[in-house]
């Protein structure tokens, strides 16, 4: 098993900053992919971005691109989401995952995160 838990999230301004973390404890001696999905109110849950168990490859989704940034410090077991330029469509619960393989799509991984909450001002 792993638990996962996320902390950062908060208000922030349109072209503000924050950054997610997600600290995993458990059996995360396993070469874990990393992602981070949000859901918006009303919306379904959507995949953010993935990173690799090393770190060399990582995914965004479009709309993310060139904002936002993850990374993971397998020392510390922790994972992050450097969020710029937030935009108020990126207000939503942000989770963390972990699963065997990289990917886009929900079912790759077990283990989620409660979520936390990122509110975006106009």
């Known amino acids: 098993q792993v638990q996962l838990v996320e902390t950062g999230g908060g208000l922030a301004q349109a072209g503000g900053s924050l950054r997610l973390s997600c600290a995993a404890s458990?059996?995360?001696?396993?070469?874990?992919?990393m992602a981070w999905f949000r859901q918006a109110p009303g919306n379904e849950r959507e995949f953010v971005a993935v990173?690799?168990?090393?770190?060399?490859?990582?995914y965004y989704t479009d709309s993310v691109k060139g904002r936002f940034t993850i990374s993971r410090d397998n020392a510390r077991n922790t994972l992050y989401l450097q969020m710029n330029t937030l935009k108020p469509e990126d207000t939503a619960v942000y989770y963390c995952?972990?699963?065997?393989?990289?990917?886009?799509?929900?079912?790759?991984?077990?283990?989620w995160g409660q979520g936390t909450q990122v509110t975006v001002s106009s």
């Open positions: 995952a972990a699963g065997s393989t990289m990917g886009w799509e929900e079912f790759r991984y077990a283990y």
């Open positions: 458990g059996r995360t001696f396993r070469p874990y992919a």
């Open positions: 990173i690799s168990w090393s770190g060399g490859n990582t």
